[in-house]
Every structure is written in structure tokens, then in C-alpha cells.
């Protein structure tokens, strides 16, 4: 699907060069969001609050010192991401105007008609 993107995906770094998210990165990501949500301090009703970004930065510190992620613009990159590439599979998946996708819940898999 055109727009789409992996979970490991460049992201721009500081000097506004390109950087690679690897797979040991993206764990810890979402490892470290995971908790900041079940701690609930950074928690809100429409999502995470603004200083949520530099506690993620301090968390990753922890796990993956030598990665250098910085809250802007690496983790607000990734971030934005995210949320795009999630709400592509929602809308693919949900019950209205799935363009011919949908979820077998059996399976545990996405299904797609014969046109698409």
C-alpha cells in the first residue's frame, strides 16, 4: 500500500541526516511506552502529555545507551509515524469502506479479496 512503512524506518537525527531504526530499537520504544502508559503518570485521556518525549529519551538512555535517540527529532519522528501507520491499518481493517481487507479472527490473519 503506498504510504505505508515498517516500524523501522529513518528517522532524522539533529545535523538533518537520515538514521535507521533497527529492530533492537523499536522493542525498547514500544517496551519503554508500554510502561510510561501502565505507570500512568504520563498518561491522559487524549494520549501522552508533552513531557512524555524526554522521559522516553531518559528510559531509552537506560536501555540502549550507545543509540543516542533524542526525543526531538528522533522520538517525535518515530512517533509520527506510528500513529500515521496505525491509523492506515485501522482503517484498513475496520468494518466501513475496508477497500476488500479485513481481519479473519479465527486465523488470526488479514484477508484480502481476490481483486485486491
Known sequence: M??????SVSSQDSR??????????DV???A???????VGTFNTDTGFNVS????LERMLEIFLP?????????LESIIRTLKRDSAIVYDMLSEKD???FGWD??????VAEDTV
Open 52 to 55: 512524555y518525549l524526554n522521559e
Open 98 to 100: 475496508n477497500s476488500g
Open 2 to 7: 503506498p504510504g505505508f512503512s515498517q516500524l
Open 105 to 110: 479472527k479465527h486465523r488470526q490473519l488479514v
Open 16 to 25: 538533518g541526516t537520515k538514521r535507521k531504526w533497527v529492530p533492537e530499537e
Open 32 to 38: 519503554c511506552m508500554v510502561d510510561l502508559h501502565n
Open 28 to 30: 525498547a520504544l514500544v
Open 66 to 74: 550507545h543509540a543516542m535517540l533524542k526525543a526531538k527529532p528522533n
